[in-house]
């Protein structure tokens, strides 16, 4: 996320503002975040439609809460923090994943940054892989590589968010990293199933 | 070493030392799966850290303002409603109490020396708390009439009446004009 001083500082103006009932305050940070949230819940619900929803909902969530918001702390990065436990409860609801991958292709906002058709669907494939690759995490695991990945952010501030142990966010990165490695196996080739890979004994 | 160590530098953001890193090349060249594992998680981080920020369409803001004025409304429909609900209750038990005692209390009709006797009991009463108000009122500032004291009384006591019906009047509109939109949507 971005790190400028004066933004910084108009962020936490507003926060302030929003926090004493200024609603029209509280647009404006919804205006300058509004990327960023939806897109982490679009990348830990892999569906357009629930990720908006998701993230207004987030939003609403985080200006009813506002007394509990610590001016002390980044307004962008607890956002995150509320948004993540928005999807962490959805995922935790659902009964079975629901990627849609037709939605996916449609509907997500993607940045255009190379237009050429070989391009696009190279891109497109990819961002396939990816949500096909997070749909089988865990909530907290998802939310956990996509705060890393996609924020850059440290993992005291993951844990701090989503209230583990750095220690405990450090050993289910890892676990994530071989978890996505062993399916991006899977589906390259079709060799072993999910789980056989780490059943072979390996030698030593 | 163990299997696991090296299975612990594949996934590790830093590798340590220069030692390390070399046993794990050691490694990684003579065990195919660690290779392949390695390869996998190569091509997966790198799809990870290209994938850009996605943004919602476009007036995000104005349909979260909208769903924050829709969310109020309802907030305050459920207020008004439960207020009315607790009004209606106390309402209710008072009725309730009243009729509880009118039925546990034999009837019979007051004498006329017993009703007289009650209405001067009460104007001796209302003339003490005239006059202790009357002594308060004139410690603090100075001599006042007897009959600023009763209109005093009487504007205060009309006020209370008033607020209490605006209170009132207040939440039958809201209530009303909550029903009107929820019948419009």
């Known amino acids: ?5 004066t933004q910084l500082a108009q962020e936490a103006q507003w926060a302030r503002q ?9 647009a ?3 205006e300058v975040f509004q990327v960023p949230v939806y897109n982490l819940c679009y990348r830990m619900l892999s569906e357009p439609g629930e990720a908006e929803d998701a993230a207004q909902e987030a939003f609403l969530k985080a200006y009813r809460g506002l007394h509990r918001y610590d001016p002390e702390r980044r307004f962008g990065s607890w956002c995150l923090s509320v948004a993540a436990h928005e999807c962490i409860d959805r995922l935790r609801r659902r009964r079975q994943p629901t990627l849609a991958l037709d939605a996916l292709d449609q509907e997500a906002g993607f940045p255009d940054a190379s237009p050429g058709p070989e391009s696009v669907a190279m891109r497109r494939e990819q961002e396939t892989r990816v949500a096909i690759l997070l749909d089988r995490l865990s909530p907290l695991d998802r939310a956990i590589i996509t705060l890393k990945y996609w924020y850059d952010m440290p993992l005291e501030e993951i844990a701090d968010d989503l209230g583990l142990t750095t220690s405990a966010v450090k050993s289910r990165l890892h676990r994530s990293r071989r978890e996505l490695a062993e399916r991006y196996l899977e589906s390259a080739s079709p060799g072993p199933k999910r789980g056989e890979l780490s059943d072979v004994p390996l030698p030593v | 070493m163990s299997h696991s160590q090296y299975d612990d530098w594949l996934f590790s953001d ?13 490694h990684l060249a003579v065990c195919a799966q660690c290779r392949a594992l390695q390869a996998a998680w190569s091509q997966v981080r790198r799809d990870l850290e290209e994938s ?4 919602p369409r476009l007036g995000f803001r104005a349909r979260w303002e909208a769903r924050l004025a829709l969310e109020s409304r309802r907030r305050e429909r459920r207020q008004s409603t439960a207020l009315l609900a607790i009004l209606g209750v106390f309402l209710a038990g008072a009725i309730l109490a009243c009729a509880w005692l009118f039925a546990s209390t034999p009837l019979r009709l007051p004498d006329v020396g017993e009703l007289l006797s009650r209405a001067v009991r009460g104007m001796a009463n209302l003339s003490a708390l005239f006059y202790v108000v009357r002594q308060i009122l004139s410690s603090l500032v100075g001599p006042i009439a007897p009959a600023a004291i009763v209109g005093g009384g009487g504007v205060l006591t009309a006020a209370a009446a008033g607020l209490i019906g605006a209170w009132l009047l207040l939440l039958y509109q809201i209530n009303g004009s909550q029903a009107q939109k929820g019948a419009q949507r």
């Open chain 2, 52 to 55: 850009p920020l996605v943004a």
């Open chain 2, 14 to 26: 830093d590798l340590g030392s220069a030692q390390e890193s070399g046993e794990l090349r050691q």
């Open chain 1, 18 to 26: 929003a926090r004493q009932g200024d609603e029209q305050a509280f």
């Open chain 1, 28 to 30: 404006r940070l919804v």
């Open chain 1, 1 to 5: 996320m971005r790190i400028d001083p």
